[in-house]
């Protein structure tokens, strides 16, 4: 990490925060980069595979070990409890979070939503496992842990691949490729290359007190029990009804409370789900359209009966409504 303290004198500690994912996976055979099995090795030794990070004052913690597919509220409850813990400690000035890739960019996005700190919080991850003979994992850390403590940066990002992304607009494109993630139409925000941060963007402007802006309070959101149902279908030929009928018949435990509905082009419903989706509506239910299209915003149509919530993701505006549910 020598190239990376250039400028970064009183950083203070960076804490890595450790969760699991394939950038701690292992795998029988070097040459397997799909049949491994996700969170197994720990953040003392994934830290210990990266070189240089000696001088770095780091701090270490394991807070879950599993494959991001499983990802759940009691998790993100517990990954947000130790950020605010530590983001609290003068002597800390960042803090970078090794996450699986499958729901990273939705763990980023709740981190925004929730806690937005001034600090830097960056999650890195990998996509092959540790045991790989050429393994992304630890020059995606060593990025992560240069990129944390570099001057002027802060908020959510993700740094993967070389590139840094912010917490709203990264989005998970591709199934094996080491440069699995994408920015959106603004593409990366910075890249990371030959030890050296080069922004592309302005970094996402962090004031102390913006946290006054987040979805929820913060212990409104550790106090939860469960995230409000909400369910995300997609607009597609031939769609129907039939399974807004069934979330609606459901009436267990947690019944539904919104929808979001991954629309075709820009947020366009196919009329027999529409017309299911306005009955939903007409019940109580928050519906909220987006687009299944990997790039750009859902525009204003008029006489569109259903309102949108753009430019998000599906999967990240199904959690700003679970949010927004839970704010109340
Ligand atoms: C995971 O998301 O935990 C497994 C897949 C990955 O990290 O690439």
Known sequence: MTQSNKGSAGAGITVVLATGGTIAGRAEHPDDHVGYVAGQISA??????????SGVPLEAEQVVQMDSKDMALPVWQALVQRLVHH????EVGSVVITHGTDTLEETAFLLHSVLQPVKPVVLTCAMRPATALMADGPQNLRDALLLARHPGVGGVLVACAGQVFCARSVTKVHTHRLDAFDGGETGALAVIENGSVRSLHPWP????????HALLAVE?????DALPRVALLTSHADADGDLVAALL??????PVRGIVVAGTGNGSVHQR?????LQAQAQGIRVLRTTRCARGEVLEQVGHDLPKISPLSPVKARLALALALLAG
């Open 249 to 254: 018949a459901h009436a267990g435990e947690q």
């Open 87 to 90: 983001l609290a400690r003068p």
């Open 220 to 224: 409104q959101f550790l106090a939860a």
């Open 273 to 277: 789900l529409a017309a299911a989706l």
């Open 44 to 53: 003392a030794d994934l830290l210990s595979a990266v070189p240089g990070c």
């Open 205 to 212: 402007h962090r004031r102390a007190g913006s946290s006054e």
